[in-house]
């Protein structure tokens, strides 16, 4: 296998990653260089089966960076039907709802509420009108190195490798992606991406990132139930004070509704889980009644970056540059992030094709230091780390910056490591969750079914375990083996035949949708994640 020669082709910039940053970057490279009268060679290459299989996002979008890219988008028929027209904001108890001030961030004014997969899937129509090459079904497994150190493209992962390691009679050896320039739009925790910034140093002088887990459903609802265009969210309930978090409703076009619960990942207590948290949460009184007598037809789960302006890493190295939630650009308190990752992709492409005409000085950093990414982020960095101190004081601080400082306080606060926050599971109070109802709430498995999450069953687990010692040594015995409750997917499972036997870990690759959580949260950073075969895990429709 060693021997086999892959296959080589040349581009001038390869894109790793269809969602809305890389296929942005595509289009701008595309238009430059029909603006300058030249031919740009440019691919993209998307580890889902199709592009959008792995997109999941809330998603109330914010068309500020679509009308820059794609001015006449309305009449190219961009699929954003169902314009924003009522905010919701509530603090939840157990059996109440109290409407607070919609902050001004979460003003929805102008926005629309949208199925992001399918906005790229467009996005992608327009790519390859301009010439762009996208192959949907490779994974970028890969790195290439010059021998002077410079990126100069990436390889997709051999097909047909069995769980030995040896190829099957389905073996196709992977292809090399080759360019002068390779941007890395892989989403949140990308395998490649924290390759590329152990290497570089990207990270020396900014803070760590910190994430959250959302998870989320789509449902078609009762007609007397459904008001396209309103957009809910809450806290309180059923989180406790101290665990930073809330949910979104958004009534989409066609009598479809999509729910979500997201969880910073810096929580404390091993016993939580984020996915009952979520089924917990639609049982509440205000909640329920939206989707009784209504029908639940899709299901994801994914990471979002939470470091907000603090955590952008450096974006350029040698050959290449970082996008989107590769780097991390989700506005936290303004709920979006499509927005920033579509610019943050046009100011990439903008500085690349200066680097490919010869200005060896232009920069993806200092192209996003001179846009508004910048200043919008800049305005929010001390929202998200201020509820450590607690939802109430958080909330007070929110309202001190946002309405009396603006944005412009002399201070900045910093983010530590979501994986050292942990508690012992000795000290941490275990969470009782209810059965599964089968109607409003659900059981993961079934939730994954309607995932369609499919891997190649006889291929290498992309799910790795540095020390395997330590799964049961330190994160069975220490922690209860959080990674049990925070995998939404039902990955992971103790396993013991009988009492007296030692318990194992066991790890359930087939079910992973994709969310990277094992890879954040794992207290000793224990778990890799890395890419399966291409066009492996789910299949999202319309999320």
Same mark, same amino acid.
């Given at each position: 296998?060693?021997?086999?020669?892959?296959?080589?082709?040349?581009?001038?910039?390869?894109?790793?990653?269809?969602?809305?940053?890389?296929?942005?970057?595509?289009?701008?490279?595309?238009?430059?260089?029909?603006?300058?009268?030249?031919?740009?060679?440019?691919?993209?290459? &998307?580890?889902?089966?199709?592009?959008?299989?792995?997109?999941?996002?809330?998603?109330?979008?914010?068309?500020?960076?679509?009308?820059?890219?794609?001015?006449?988008?309305?009449?190219?028929?961009?699929?954003?039907?169902?314009?924003?027209?009522?905010?919701?904001?509530?603090?939840? +108890?157990?059996?109440?709802?109290?409407?607070?001030?919609?902050?001004?961030?979460?003003?929805?004014?102008?926005?629309?509420?949208?199925?992001?997969?399918?906005?790229?899937?467009?996005?992608?129509? %327009?790519?390859?009108?301009?010439?762009? &090459?996208?192959?949907?079904?490779?994974?970028?497994?890969?790195?290439?190195?010059?021998?002077?150190?410079?990126?100069?493209?990436?390889?997709?992962?051999?097909?047909?490798?069995?769980?030995?390691?040896?190829?099957?009679?389905?073996?196709?050896?992977?292809?090399?992606?080759?360019?002068?320039?390779?941007?890395?739009?892989?989403?949140?925790?990308?395998?490649?991406?924290?390759?590329?910034?152990?290497?570089?140093?990207?990270? !020396?002088?900014?803070?760590?990132?910190?994430?959250? @887990?959302?998870?989320?459903?789509?449902?078609?609802?009762?007609?007397?139930?459904?008001?396209?265009?309103?957009? @809910?969210?809450?806290?309180?309930?059923?989180?406790?004070?101290? *665990?930073?978090?809330?949910?979104?409703?958004?009534?989409? !076009?066609?009598?479809?509704?999509?729910?979500?619960?997201?969880?910073?990942?810096?929580?404390?207590?091993?016993?939580?889980?984020?996915?009952?948290?979520?089924?917990?949460? $639609?049982?509440?009184?205000?909640?329920?009644?939206?989707?009784?007598?209504?029908?639940?037809?899709?299901?994801?789960?994914?990471?979002?970056?939470?470091?907000?302006? %603090?955590?952008?890493?450096?974006?350029?190295?040698?050959?290449?540059?970082?996008?989107?939630?590769?780097?991390?650009?989700?506005?936290?308190? $303004?709920? $979006?992030?499509?927005? +920033?990752?579509?610019?943050?992709?046009?100011?990439?492409?903008?500085?690349?094709?200066?680097?490919?005409?010869?200005?060896?000085?232009?920069?993806?950093?200092?192209?996003?230091?001179?846009?508004?990414?910048?200043?919008?982020?800049?305005?929010?960095?001390?929202?998200?780390?201020?509820?450590?101190?607690?939802?109430?004081?958080?909330?007070?601080?929110?309202?001190?910056?946002?309405?009396?400082?603006?944005?412009?306080?002399?201070?900045?606060?910093?983010?530590?490591?979501?994986?050292?926050?942990?508690?012992?599971?000795?000290?941490?109070?275990?969470?009782?969750?209810?059965?599964?109802?089968? $109607?409003? *709430?659900?059981?993961?498995?079934?939730?994954?079914? #309607?995932?369609?999450?499919?891997?190649?069953?006889?291929?290498?687990?992309?799910?790795?375990?540095?020390?395997?010692?330590?799964?049961?040594? #330190?994160?069975?015995?220490?922690?209860?083996?959080?990674?049990?409750?925070?995998?939404?997917?039902?990955?992971?499972? #103790?396993?013991?035949?009988?009492?007296?036997?030692?318990?194992?870990?066991?790890?359930?690759? %087939?079910?992973?949708?994709?969310?990277?959580?094992?890879?954040?949260?794992?207290?000793?950073?224990?778990?890799?994640?890395?890419?399966? !075969?291409?066009?492996?895990?789910?299949?999202?429709?319309?999320?």
């Amino acid at each position: 296998m060693a021997e086999t020669e892959r296959e080589r082709m040349e581009y001038d910039v390869v894109i790793v990653g269809a969602g809305p940053s890389g296929l942005s970057a595509a289009i701008r490279l595309k238009q430059l260089a029909a603006a300058s009268g030249g031919e740009l060679g440019v691919c993209v290459v &998307e580890k889902g089966s199709e592009v959008g299989a792995h997109i999941l996002s809330g998603a109330v979008f914010d068309p500020k960076a679509l009308n820059e890219l794609i001015p006449d988008w309305r009449e190219r028929g961009a699929p954003l039907d169902t314009p924003a027209t009522e905010d919701r904001f509530l603090y939840l +108890t157990r059996n109440r709802a109290l409407r607070l001030p919609t902050p001004p961030q979460m003003h929805n004014h102008g926005n629309y509420v949208i199925s992001l997969g399918n906005l790229c899937r467009w996005l992608a129509q %327009q790519a390859e009108e301009l010439g762009v &090459e996208i192959y949907p079904g490779f994974a970028a497994a890969e790195v290439l190195y010059s021998d002077d150190g410079r990126v100069v493209g990436v390889a997709t992962g051999d097909m047909g490798i069995g769980k030995d390691g040896k190829p099957t009679a389905n073996f196709t050896r992977g292809v090399e992606l080759r360019a002068r320039e390779t941007l890395f739009a892989e989403g949140c925790r990308g395998s490649l991406t924290k390759t590329l910034v152990a290497r570089f140093g990207l990270r !020396e002088g900014h803070d760590p990132q910190t994430y959250a @887990i959302g998870v989320k459903e789509l449902w078609e609802v009762a007609p007397e139930r459904h008001r396209p265009g309103l957009a @809910i969210h809450t806290i309180g309930w059923p989180l406790d004070g101290n *665990t930073y978090g809330g949910s979104f409703l958004y009534h989409l !076009e066609g009598g479809q509704v999509s729910v979500g619960f997201v969880i910073g990942l810096d929580y404390k207590n091993p016993y939580l889980s984020p996915f009952e948290e979520f089924q917990r949460f $639609k049982t509440h009184p205000a909640i329920r009644p939206f989707f009784e007598g209504g029908r639940r037809v899709a299901y994801g789960a994914r990471a979002l970056n939470e470091g907000g302006f %603090q955590s952008i890493p450096q974006l350029d190295f040698p050959g290449g540059g970082l996008v989107g939630c590769a780097a991390g650009f989700i506005n936290v308190p $303004k709920i $979006k992030g499509n927005h +920033t990752a579509m610019k943050s992709g046009m100011a990439a492409a903008e500085a690349v094709f200066a680097r490919l005409g010869g200005d060896a000085e232009a920069s993806i950093g200092a192209a996003l230091r001179a846009s508004w990414v910048w200043d919008e982020l800049y305005r929010v960095r001390n929202i998200r780390p201020s509820f450590r101190l607690g939802l109430w004081a958080g909330l007070a601080y929110s309202a001190l910056d946002t309405y009396v400082l603006r944005g412009r306080a002399p201070w900045t606060f910093h983010h530590h490591p979501d994986h050292t926050q942990l508690m012992r599971a000795g000290a941490a109070p275990p969470i009782d969750y209810p059965r599964p109802d089968g $109607k409003v *709430t659900f059981d993961r498995l079934s939730s994954v079914f #309607i995932s369609n999450t499919n891997h190649e069953e006889n291929q290498p687990a992309h799910l790795k375990l540095r020390d395997p010692a330590k799964a049961i040594a #330190i994160n069975y015995r220490l922690y209860d083996s959080p990674e049990q409750r925070y995998c939404p997917a039902g990955v992971y499972e #103790i396993v013991r035949p009988d009492e007296s036997a030692e318990p194992r870990l066991q790890i359930n690759a %087939q079910n992973c949708v994709h969310c990277k959580t094992c890879d954040i949260k794992d207290p000793e950073q224990n778990i890799d994640w890395v890419v399966p !075969e291409g066009g492996g895990g789910p299949n999202y429709p319309n999320m």
